[in-house]
Antibody, heavy 118, light 108 residues
Framework: EVQLVESGGGLVQPGGSLRLSCAASGFTFSSYAMNWVRQAPGKGLEWVSGIGAGGGSTYYADSVKGRFTISRDNSKNTLYLQMNSLRAEDTAVYYC???????????WGQGTLVAVSS | SYELAQPPSVSVSPGQTARITCSGDALPKKYAYWYQQKSGQAPVLVIYEDSKRPSGIPETFSGSSSGTMATLTISGAQVEDEADYYCYSTDSSGNLWVFGGGTKLTVL
């Protein structure tokens, strides 16, 4: 069974940093691209960032470009999102999702909450 | 930037057919995907590549796409189908992925 488990969320002050992790199991992690998607409280889904299977290709939404860095460690089956210069508007549940060539984003983890507040 | 437009809400009575639309300029050439999100839960894929249904998704869910509009159809909608539904696709470059704003389906 494919499982994705996010961790690393929490409360951080504006301007601070946080690193999210997504532990993957049940599939050949190194063969699949991965994405991060977030959802602000009461709002819709927002695609944040994506990374190719080998880690060489990365993509970012304009809202996080230059502040967030996506990476992966295929030896540890883990996806990361380094978030710097955090703002109140980055407050959201962050989900990781496996990218399937046919299925799109499937499945998703249960998410981790990031709250940016003083 | 690229945008996908969805109606904010759709309401039907139990047993009726619910149709949720998603419009985007690149949809004639790019697939649409549909996700269901129930309150407090992670999104779940219900339709991929415009009209294909993953295993485990009821046959009451179907998808179609024509021109710049993709449509998710829920035939004989039930109370348990109440959820937020999001379309998802990419722009013409294939590098910018976006979600529609989401549609809240109410069945009552």
């Amino acid at each position: 069974e494919v499982q994705l488990v996010e961790s690393g969320g929490g409360l951080v002050q504006p301007g601070g940093s946080l690193r999210l992790s997504c532990a993957a199991s049940g599939f050949t992690f190194s063969s699949y691209a991965m994405n991060w998607v977030r959802q602000a409280p009461g709002k819709g889904l927002e695609w944040v960032s994506g990374i190719g299977a080998g880690g060489g290709s990365t993509y970012y939404a304009d809202s996080v470009k230059g502040r967030f860095t996506i990476s992966r460690d295929n030896s540890k089956n883990t996806l990361y999102l380094q978030m710097n210069s955090l703002r109140a508007e980055d407050t959201a549940v962050y989900y990781c999702a496996k990218v399937d060539a046919a299925f799109g984003l499937d499945p998703w983890g249960q998410g981790t909450l990031v709250a940016v507040s003083s | 930037s690229y945008e996908l437009a969805q109606p904010p809400s759709v309401s039907v009575s139990p047993g009726q057919t619910a149709r949720i639309t998603c419009s985007g300029d690149a949809l004639p050439k790019k697939y649409a995907y549909w996700y269901q999100q129930k309150s407090g839960q992670a999104p779940v894929l219900v339709i991929y590549e415009d009209s294909k249904r993953p295993s485990g998704i009821p046959e009451t869910f179907s998808g179609s796409s024509s021109g710049t509009m993709a449509t998710l159809t829920i035939s004989g909608a039930q109370v348990e189908d109440e959820a937020d539904y999001y379309c998802y696709s990419t722009d013409s470059s294939g590098n910018l992925w976006v979600f529609g704003g989401g549609t809240k389906l109410t069945v009552l």
